[in-house]
């Protein structure tokens, strides 16, 4: 059953992906600077774009969440992304945000909705996250919510640090400011 979204906190709204979002999700991943730490690492095509859409909407039918779109909500742009996906590492938790708006806070606020998703209504026992070694800023994200280092894991070929959260763990700081789920 498919979870009751958006999600939405004072600046951002997280929604299900549309086919429609496909031009506007390309200009988030075709950015080689914003794809560099995620996934293979580096732009993908305008087709490899669409699949992606198109296997987050799968997954959702599946487990009733996925990676949603992030729009700001000042502007109802399309920004990036975040979420929850099954993995082999566990329910991972994501995010992707378009160069422009890093070093706002956007990531941390999107990813604190999914958190509350995930421990509230999802009854999910616990997240993991994966941060490429070379990308110190999104370490710092995960670390701000909570997540707690369980080591070192190669993936894509590339080391990555390993997080882990559950909600015994998660800050009790409550819901982030304006969140509604």
């Not at 999700?25 to 699949?51: L, N």
């Not at 882990?164 to 409550?174: C, E, R, V, Y």
Request: proline fraction near 7%.
């Amino acid at each position: 059953m498919p979870f009751p979204v958006p999600l939405l906190s004072d600046r951002v709204l997280l929604r299900p992906f549309e086919e429609a979002d496909a031009a506007a999700a390309h200009r988030v991943y075709g950015d080689a600077e914003v794809m560099r730490y995620v996934g293979a690492g580096g732009a993908v095509s305008r087709e490899t774009t669409s699949e992606m859409i198109t296997d987050y909407r799968r997954h959702e039918a599946e487990h009733g969440f996925a990676f949603w779109a992030v729009l700001d909500r000042g502007s109802g742009e399309l920004i990036g992304d975040a979420g929850l996906e099954v993995t082999d590492h566990g329910t991972e938790l994501g995010y992707t945000l378009a160069r422009r708006w890093w070093g706002r806070g956007l990531a941390t606020e999107a990813a604190q909705l999914c958190i509350e998703a995930a421990f509230g209504p999802l009854e999910l026992p616990r997240l993991v996250s994966l941060a490429d070694v070379e990308n110190p800023a999104s370490a710092r994200v995960l670390e701000k919510l909570g997540f707690l280092h369980r080591g070192l894991t190669t993936v894509f070929g590339r080391p990555h640090h390993c997080f882990a959260l559950s909600p015994d763990s998660a800050p009790a700081a409550g819901p982030s400011p304006g969140a509604r789920l």
